[in-house]
């Protein structure tokens, strides 16, 4: 396992793309792939969309979506924009008008659909000066399911030409009217289109692109499909922000968000904890072990890594080459620190030293300066 202090290695290079923000977010260039997550609450309900706006920072969301489709969902978004403590993005659809009111109210971004918002490509003069003229930037939003009926008509269904050709259009009036400050998505529920629809766009310009499979589907099929898709773009240099779209709570899409970004070394592990599928050979309920430990480390601020075994064939292997690592059976846990035994407990004791270890190594770390990396959980 690589020091916490080397650069892990990644699968290719980032794409070079020109740098936005989103607020205090930076997007594309040199920064971090971020994820974002979109509120669930009603825009007006401040106090209930703010909570969950906390819930989400608190699980590691860089940016977040509200929705905005009607007058008093424009009238919030003044106060959210302001009392969110990352940055908020305005959801447009239909209504024009709305945009300048996201822009006029503070909002990081706003998200504009092309193909469902009336007459839109004669207004992006005036949408581009008011963003220009606040520091909005905007994100281009094309969906499968909501593409332009021209375009739909050439290509005969929504293909990745189809979409492509849609985001390169939309951008070139922007570009036309001196702004920059934009990503794009192309966005479409089958990770097939939707991957060859990213490549193509990737090799068409330098814009910062957001991924996104829409409608993913519930948690598990979902989980699945985003990561799947970002997993295929992401591992070429490709993508600069994402969002795991879920039928499930928002909080479930950051940790999905996170830890795909975790996966191919994206992000900085915080909690690794790596355990054993079980099989036949397993002396131990290894589920339940790994379910108990992990929820022991939830709060866990450092990067480390923990193993639980449930046999002796790969246990003190595993365990060794963990920070901290249980290698379980016969009634009893050897347990590891760095590498080295340091104590063989029964098993109703497993849980508790290893959590009791994990605080003390933690402690050690965050006091040698070494806690850092982004809160989420791999179970391998």
């Known amino acids: 396992m690589p020091s916490v202090k080397e650069a892990p290695p990644v699968l290719a290079p980032r794409r070079k793309t020109r740098k936005i923000k989103v607020g205090s977010v930076e997007v594309g260039g040199d920064a971090h792939v971020s994820v974002q997550s979109m509120t669930t609450t009603k825009t007006t309900d401040i106090g209930a969309t703010l909570q969950q706006i906390a819930e989400l920072t608190a699980a590691g969301c860089d940016i977040v979506r509200v929705a905005c489709p009607s007058a008093d969902d424009a009238e919030a978004l003044p106060i959210i924009a302001k009392k969110s403590t990352i940055p908020v993005i305005a959801d447009i659809h239909f209504q024009p008008r709305y945009v300048f009111a996201a822009i006029k109210g503070g909002c990081a971004a706003v998200r504009v659909n092309p193909g469902n918002i009336r007459k839109f490509d004669d207004q992006v003069k005036e949408i581009a000066q008011a963003a220009k003229d606040h520091g909005t930037s905007i994100r281009i939003g094309v969906n499968a399911g909501s593409l332009d009926p021209r375009l739909l008509k050439k290509y005969g269904a929504a293909t990745p030409e189809a979409l ?29 289109v939707m991957v060859k629809a990213y490549e193509m766009l990737a090799e068409r310009g330098d814009w910062p692109l957001h991924l996104g ?43 999905v968000g996170i830890q795909i970004l975790q996966s191919l070394n994206l992000r900085p592990k915080k909690l690794e ?41 790969n246990g003190p292997g595993e365990a060794r080459e963990a920070d901290l690592g249980v290698a379980s059976g016969n009634g009893k846990g050897q347990i590891f620190v760095k590498g080295e035994v340091i104590s063989t407990v029964p098993e109703s004791e497993i849980v508790p030293t290893l959590i009791a270890e994990a605080q003390r190594i933690a402690e050690r770390m965050e006091a040698e300066g070494e806690a850092s990396g982004a809160p989420s959980v791999t179970v391998s």
């Not at 050709?165 to 479409?188: G, P, R």
């Not at 829409?214 to 990561?227: D, L, V």
């Open 164 to 192: 492509v050709e849609s985001a390169v259009w939309e951008a070139s009036l922007f570009e036309e009217h001196d702004f920059h400050d934009f990503k794009i998505s192309v966005k479409h529920h089958d990770p097939v």
């Open 213 to 255: 499979v829409t409608e993913a589907g519930p948690a598990f099929q979902g989980t699945i499909k985003s990561a799947v898709a970002f997993g295929a773009l992401l591992s070429k240099g490709i993508g600069d922000t994402i969002r795991v779209s879920l039928s499930a709570p928002p909080v479930e899409e950051v940790k």
């Open 273 to 313: 904890i790596v355990s054993c599928p079980s099989c036949g050979r397993a002396q131990v309920d290894v589920y339940k072990l790994a379910e108990e430990v992990t929820e022991g480390l939830k709060d866990v601020t450092v990067p480390l890594r923990v193993a639980v075994m449930g046999c002796v064939v």
